[in-house]
């Protein structure tokens, strides 16, 4: 494992807005980032369960998302790993496909087979973004009715729950959920948007916005492969949210670039 922190631009720029600096950690593969992402969510989690009774993360898709749900899972399994009372772990997305509910676009769908469907949580702790048949006709309409889920689980006088760990991949132009370069996404400041006309298919879909990733404790952004270095570089270098939106993906008390070696690759060494 490899760990540096960012370029000074960037550091400069978080420190005149008072936020923590990212932590950079390279592994040396994507099999190996998948270990020990899965390693240090369950420990994360046990960690916040010892301070408040309960714990909470926001999924993510993909592939390294998907991979690293399997490994939790398999964690799970082990009782040398039993740290995480599951019944007692909250779980969101950062962002869904509004196709059918049985896509295999839908982020959901991975997460139930790699990891819900086999981690005994708690139906009522699960909170899947809405389907298209899931009675809403627009995304709005999708979006609005998360938001006041979101709003539902928070403490009083709070319109956002208490998120320890809110897990993001990156598109190769730097899109994070689903907040590409350049969209009206980008400077939507509500918790929860519709995107439309997305770059990438299916182009309908249902977000969080900045407002809500920027609300969790830790943001992870987790991140593998060569196509993905040079975003990797530029969002590590100071480049504007709107360019590229990863640079926006910020924890209250820490931001965690999870790499593996061929997405760090165009990274300077110190």
Not at 86 to 92: H, R
Not at 96 to 124: I, K, Q, T
Not at 186 to 207: H, I, L, Q, W, Y
Not at 239 to 268: F, K, M, N, Q, Y
Request: charged share 25%; glycine share 10%.
């Amino acid at each position: 494992m490899t760990q540096f922190g960012p370029g000074e631009q960037v550091e400069e720029a978080l420190a005149d807005e008072g936020l923590p600096t990212p932590d950079v950690v390279i592994e040396p593969d994507a099999d190996r980032l998948a270990r020990a992402v899965s390693s240090a969510l369950v420990a994360r989690l046990a960690a916040a369960q010892a301070v408040h009774g309960t714990a909470s993360v926001v999924l993510t898709g993909g592939g390294i998302g998907t991979a690293v749900l399997q490994r939790v899972a398999d964690l799970a399994a082990e009782p040398e790993h039993a740290v995480v009372d599951w019944q007692l772990v909250d779980v969101w997305w950062g962002d869904e496909r509004f196709v059918p509910a049985d896509s295999s676009d839908r982020n959901e769908l991975g997460a139930r087979e790699a990891f819900l469907g086999r981690v005994g949580l708690a139906p009522e702790r699960i909170h899947p973004m809405p389907s298209s048949d899931a009675g809403f006709d627009e995304p709005e309409e999708a979006a609005a009715w998360y938001a006041e889920q979101l709003a539902a689980g928070a403490e009083d006088g709070r319109s956002l729950p208490r998120i320890d760990v809110l897990m993001l991949g990156m598109g190769p132009e730097g899109h994070i959920a689903s907040i590409f370069p350049d969209s009206p996404a980008v400077s939507d400041e509500r918790p929860v948007v519709a995107v439309r006309n997305c770059p990438k298919a299916p182009p309908t879909r249902v977000s969080l916005g900045f407002s809500a990733i920027t609300s969790a404790e830790e943001v992870w952004l987790l991140v593998s492969g060569e196509g993905k270095a040079e975003a990797v570089a530029r969002a590590l270098g100071g480049a504007a949210r709107s360019d590229l939106p990863a640079v926006g993906a910020r924890g209250r008390r820490a931001t965690r670039w999870l790499l593996d070696e061929a997405a760090a690759s165009a990274l300077p060494r110190r």
